[in-house]
Nanobody, 118 residues
Framework: VQLQASGGGLVQAGWSLRLSCAASGFMFTIHRMGWYRQAPGKQRDLVAIVRNGGTPNYADSVKGRFTISRDYAGNTVSLQMNLLKPEDTAVYYC?????????????WGQGTLVTVSS
């Protein structure tokens, strides 16, 4: 299962961006999708994630500013990022987990860079 992320770019503090990620492959079911991010010199951290039919989980640092949404029919996940801050600057990775041909999988997108200038 492949994940293809899009969106990202360079914005000023206070602006908004929307990231999208689409899953593709053969005979798969996704149970959970989300976003992680990795700032330079730091580890990859969870931003937001949601299980099918579940309540989204957000990192404390993005609560109230970021919103994750799923399109189950299209196997996509989006991340609406509002009131961006310079500390949100990072490479954002789409994440998905589920089953394909009765075998569990986890998959990562290629990463998309978000840069927030002050």
């Amino acid at each position: 299962v492949q994940l293809q992320a899009s969106g990202g770019g360079l914005v000023q503090a206070g602006w908004s961006l929307r990231l999208s990620c689409a899953a593709s492959g053969f005979m798969f079911t996704i149970h959970r999708m989300g976003w992680y991010r990795q700032a330079p010199g730091k580890q990859r951290d969870l931003v937001a994630i949601v299980r099918n039919g579940g309540t989204p989980n957000y990192a404390d640092s993005v609560k109230g500013r970021f919103t994750i949404s799923r399109d189950y029919a299209g196997n996509t996940v989006s991340l609406q990022m509002n009131l961006l801050k310079p500390e949100d600057t990072a490479v954002y990775y789409c994440y998905g987990e589920g089953d394909t041909e009765n075998r569990p999988f986890t998959s990562w997108g290629q990463g998309t860079l978000v840069t927030v200038s002050s």
